[in-house]
């Protein structure tokens, strides 16, 4: 009778730790997914041309008729495209450069971009592998950004932008919605012109 309870006690620990152990993994792994594309969405941004289309205010033909200039076209993969409608802040014409719009600190999860001053582009449902029905994962990405001109006339900095990306994915976690957020910051000169 002790032998069994024993290794029932081993069983249902080996057991438990599998699945906790499964849930950590997978994760990770959605968390990877969603930051490699988040930082190819940002390689993408900083090969844009500084000057029309970081951000784009004409009018782009190809995009859908809800998606109004100021924005950026990136592409999620090889058949999807999407347009970032962006908070753009220009440079003040004046010797005080205007106040950068781009949040300090990642907003908190329950932030909503109307409470932030963004504009919301949630891309949707991406599916992460080729599996489709129950088996299937997709994460829904929430994506929010802030281009904030900030010339320093006082150091004769002129011609950079400070980009504010704040993305928010969330997942299932078995019957549970996981929600992330995290933020990313890089500034962008005109090198390349």
Same mark, same amino acid.
């Given at each position: 009778?002790?032998?069994?309870? +024993?290794?029932?006690?081993?069983?249902?620990?080996?057991?438990?730790?599998?699945?906790?152990? #499964?849930?950590?993994?997978?994760?990770?792994?959605?968390?990877?997914?969603?930051?490699?594309?988040?930082?190819?969405?940002?390689?993408?941004?900083?090969?844009?041309?500084?000057? *029309?289309?970081?951000?784009?205010?004409?009018?782009?033909?190809?995009?859908?008729?809800?998606?109004?200039?100021?924005?950026?076209?990136? #592409?999620?993969?090889?058949?999807?495209?999407?347009?970032?409608?962006?908070?753009?802040?220009?440079?003040?014409?004046?010797?005080?450069?205007?106040?950068?719009?781009?949040?300090?600190?990642?907003?908190?999860?329950?932030?909503?971009?109307?409470?932030?001053?963004?504009?919301?582009?949630?891309?949707?449902?991406?599916?992460?592998?080729?599996?489709?029905?129950?088996?299937?994962?997709?994460?829904? +990405?929430?994506?929010?950004?802030?281009?904030?001109?900030?010339?320093?006339?006082?150091?004769?900095?002129?011609?950079?932008?400070?980009?504010?990306?704040?993305? *928010?994915?969330?997942?299932?976690?078995?019957?549970?919605?996981?929600?992330? #957020?995290?933020?990313?910051?890089?500034? #962008?000169?005109?090198?390349?012109?």
């Amino acid at each position: 009778m002790v032998a069994l309870t +024993l290794m029932t006690t081993v069983m249902l620990t080996f057991l438990g730790t599998s699945i906790q152990s #499964r849930r950590i993994t997978e994760s990770s792994v959605l968390h990877a997914a969603a930051t490699s594309m988040i930082y190819g969405l940002i390689e993408q941004i900083k090969q844009l041309d500084y000057a *029309t289309l970081l951000p784009n205010y004409e009018t782009d033909p190809f995009a859908p008729v809800a998606k109004t200039p100021p924005y950026i076209r990136v #592409r999620l993969n090889q058949s999807t495209v999407v347009w970032l409608k962006v908070v753009h802040t220009l440079a003040s014409t004046t010797d005080a450069p205007t106040t950068p719009q781009g949040p300090t600190t990642t907003p908190t999860k329950t932030a909503t971009a109307a409470s932030v001053g963004a504009i919301q582009n949630f891309i949707g449902a991406i599916p992460l592998s080729t599996v489709t029905g129950t088996a299937s994962q997709q994460i829904n +990405l929430d994506i929010w950004v802030w281009i904030d001109e900030i010339p320093d006339v006082d150091t004769d900095v002129s011609e950079v932008k400070k980009v504010t990306v704040v993305y *928010t994915y969330s997942y299932l976690d078995g019957s549970v919605e996981r929600v992330v #957020r995290d933020r990313e910051v890089f500034l #962008r000169t005109r090198y390349d012109q």
